[in-house]
């Protein structure tokens, strides 16, 4: 079972502070590394690998040094990488990332494609669907488990029958788990609860080191000039704010004085004047 | 343009209509009034009564499409996506909104891609661009530290999904009266390919936690999974929901459907409490559009003071048996 994996390289936030002044956060030193929602589609995709066989190819969009994020994929247990990258990129919102990745993984022999469920830093959980949505692909979002994987070999299908591989899985939805049967190939976009990310092999590491990574843009790949980057963006950025968090709230201290029925007795007084008790 | 009027995209679940469709009328109200179009509420499902769909026309709707098919019964989104793209080509909406939740942030970007429209996830506030009416489009990115104003300035129809309760649900006017239109589901628009085999709830206590007016949230200050009970005993006194850090569910002291941030779920309820939870950046982003904020932490310096509107710094094994005992007091 061949498996794709588009990933993103986004800012390290998880020990970052915020500037009280502006609102922002304070960005000096940060590290790029991989969006941590895809590690979980990582994982899952290498325990398919190792269960089913078949090879993982890693890819992502963004500029050179994305390679990075492609090598730390492939030194946890991913086969290839692909960089998309190029000018022609630039600015494009989630319809043109879509179609820029879902046009590069045309070219691939592919039965399953593994996303995580949003990037840390957009935040849209759009990507995912998208490519699906470009390729015909059956979706599932939020998979939080894969249940069990049917796989017909080619020589065994038997033309009487409609019967096709496929994957069952169950989604997180707002009430409980959903399973679904999707037959391949299909994108299945995952939540932490998939599984637990492994860190990488110090043989994954050497390996990662020698892959050779191509570098895919409108010069190599049949895509439309007009669909990519800004240009082929149906959205536009018309203002950035950053809004103040702190509320300024009262806050009492009775780590001294010990009278924390007062403390709590200001706190239900509180409560009441909002009217929420 | 030939595109026009404001759509909503309702959501049922058993013939049961969804509070946040309520809460997208809101939304769509104040838009078709300032462009002086028609708002429109789609709703597709199965065994939705013309009653319930009437409640749509009352809380704002000026039309229902209603379409109800046993083959539509439960979410499939290759399903939903077909027949709402066939519809949009047939009735040309300016504006879809749709509900930021497991079904609309799914079939919005598996649509916007088939219908070439632009789309913006998760919203908390919608305008309309006084000179040109295209829509405003603002929501929170980068864990929430920045709000992005974003428009779709050429392609129609302009699609957004709505992150739920950043708005109250439109009052009921039982006066209002509106036209309801029978869709009847077209058979071929069936995708068939993929199947539901199957539906499990969730466990014990587990209310959906981004339904909850009130949550009351664990973190690693709770030291161990079965203290949670008082956190449970909190919420209760207001039928609210558990919540919890990523610390406490990585800790296996919860499981991860309580889980609020930024790799778990993003809330908005009129009350939220944050009890041993220091404010780590990854959690302010999933909790801090909510209306109060009460933090119990015993770091002075925790971040999560700084948005909080009522905090106690203090020991809380001392502190949330009080506030539980005082509040039992009132409830009686």
């Known amino acids: 079972m061949n498996i794709v994996i588009p990933i993103k390289q986004v800012p390290?936030?998880?020990?970052?502070?915020?500037?009280?002044?502006?609102?922002?956060?304070?960005r000096e030193g940060v590290e790029s590394i991989i969006n941590p929602l895809d590690l979980y589609a990582i994982e899952s995709g290498i325990q398919l690998k190792e269960k089913y066989g078949g090879k993982i190819t890693v890819i992502t969009m963004g500029p050179p040094s994305a390679e990075k994020a492609l090598r730390e994929a492939i030194a946890m247990g991913c086969d290839d990488g692909v960089l998309l990258s190029g000018r022609e990129f630039a600015g494009s919102d989630t319809w043109a990332t879509s179609y820029a990745i879902s046009t590069a993984i045309e070219e691939m022999d592919y039965d399953l494609i593994l996303a995580g469920e949003r990037a840390t830093d957009g935040d849209t959980g759009q990507v995912g669907p998208g490519i699906a949505s470009w390729l015909d692909l059956t979706l599932s979002t939020y998979t939080s488990e894969i249940v069990d994987v049917n796989l017909i070999e080619d020589e065994e299908v038997d033309y009487t029958?409609?019967?096709?591989?496929?994957?069952?899985?169950?989604?997180?939805?707002?009430?409980?788990?959903?399973?679904?049967?999707?037959?391949?190939?299909?994108?299945?976009?995952?939540?932490?609860?998939i599984?637990?990310?492994?860190?990488?092999?110090?043989?994954?590491?050497?390996?990662?080191?020698?892959?050779?990574?191509?570098?895919?843009?409108?010069?190599?790949?049949?895509?439309?000039?007009?669909?990519?980057?800004?240009?082929?963006?149906?959205?536009?950025?018309?203002?950035?704010?950053?809004?103040?968090?702190?509320?300024?709230?009262?806050?009492?201290?009775?780590?001294?004085?010990?009278?924390?029925?007062?403390?709590?007795?200001?706190?239900?007084?509180?409560?009441?004047?909002?009217?929420?008790? | 343009m030939e595109y026009n009027g404001v759509?909503?995209?309702?959501?049922?679940?058993?013939?049961?209509?969804?509070?946040?469709?309520?809460e997208l009328l809101s939304r769509g109200r104040k838009?078709?009034?300032?462009?002086?179009?028609?708002?429109?509420?789609?709703v597709i499902g199965d065994k939705i009564?013309?009653?319930?769909?009437?409640?749509?026309?009352?809380r704002g709707a000026d039309k229902v499409l209603l379409m109800n098919s046993p083959a539509l019964k439960d979410f499939i989104v290759e399903n939903y996506s077909n027949v709402i793209e066939d519809l949009i080509e047939e009735y040309k909406p300016e504006i879809i909104l749709a509900a930021a939740t497991s079904m609309g942030r799914t079939v919005m970007p598996y649509i916007a891609i088939k219908t070439d429209a632009g789309l913006t996830a998760d919203c908390t506030d919608l305008d309309i661009e006084e000179d040109t009416g295209n829509l405003l489009q603002t929501r929170p990115a980068i864990g929430g530290n920045i709000l992005a104003t974003i428009k779709t300035p050429n392609h129609r129809p302009q699609?957004?999904?709505?992150?739920?309760?950043?708005?109250?649900?439109?009052?009921?006017?039982?006066?209002?009266?509106?036209?309801?239109?029978?869709?009847?589901?077209?058979?071929?628009?069936?995708?068939?390919?993929?199947?539901?085999?199957?539906?499990?709830?969730?466990?014990?206590?587990?209310?959906n936690i981004q339904d909850a007016d009130v949550i009351a949230a664990g973190g690693k200050g709770l030291k161990k999974g079965e203290n949670f009970a008082m956190i449970r005993e909190l919420a209760g006194y207001f039928d609210g929901a558990v919540g919890a850090s990523r610390d406490a569910v990585d800790r296996?002291?919860?499981?991860?459907?309580?889980?609020?941030?930024?790799?778990?779920?993003?809330?908005?309820?009129?009350?939220?409490?944050?009890?041993?939870?220091?404010?780590?950046?990854?959690?302010?982003?999933?909790?801090?559009?909510?209306?109060?904020?009460?933090?119990?932490?015993?770091?002075?310096?925790?971040?999560?003071?700084?948005?909080?509107?009522?905090?106690?710094?203090?020991?809380?094994?001392?502190?949330?048996?009080?506030?539980?005992?005082?509040l039992a007091e009132e409830v009686k």
């Open chain 2, 49 to 58: 009564t013309e009653e319930k769909a009437e409640e749509l026309i009352k």
């Open chain 1, 12 to 26: 390290e936030t998880s020990n970052v502070k915020m500037d009280e002044e502006t609102g922002t956060m304070k």
């Open chain 2, 7 to 22: 759509w909503t995209l309702g959501e049922a679940r058993n013939g049961e209509i969804k509070e946040v469709s309520f």
């Open chain 1, 161 to 193: 029958t409609t019967e096709t591989s496929s994957i069952v899985v169950e989604r997180m939805v707002e009430e409980g788990y959903e399973k679904l049967e999707l037959p391949l190939p299909a994108l299945l976009t995952v939540v932490k609860e």
């Open chain 2, 159 to 207: 699609m957004a999904t709505v992150r739920p309760h950043s708005t109250k649900p439109a009052e009921k006017d039982e006066n209002r009266t509106g036209e309801i239109v029978h869709l009847k589901f077209d058979s071929s628009l069936l995708d068939g390919r993929v199947k539901k085999i199957g539906f499990r709830k969730n466990e014990e206590d587990a209310v």
């Open chain 1, 195 to 277: 599984s637990f990310p492994r860190l990488p092999t110090l043989r994954g590491k050497q390996r990662s080191r020698k892959v050779d990574i191509p570098q895919w843009n409108l010069e190599n790949l049949d895509m439309d000039e007009d669909y990519l980057g800004l240009q082929g963006s149906p959205t536009r950025v018309v203002n950035i704010d950053h809004p103040k968090v702190t509320r300024g709230g009262t806050v009492v201290d009775v780590r001294e004085d010990g009278n924390i029925e007062e403390a709590v007795s200001q706190l239900i007084d509180y409560l009441k004047s909002e009217e929420l008790v």
């Open chain 2, 31 to 42: 838009l078709a009034d300032k462009l002086d179009e028609e708002l429109v509420s789609l």
């Open chain 2, 252 to 326: 296996d002291w919860i499981s991860y459907p309580y889980q609020v941030g930024l790799s778990g779920k993003t809330v908005t309820p009129k009350l939220y409490f944050a009890v041993g939870i220091s404010g780590a950046i990854q959690h302010l982003a999933g909790m801090k559009t909510s209306e109060n904020i009460i933090a119990i932490n015993e770091d002075p310096d925790a971040d999560i003071f700084k948005v909080s509107d009522f905090g106690i710094v203090g020991d809380l094994f001392e502190i949330v048996p009080e506030l539980n005992k005082q």
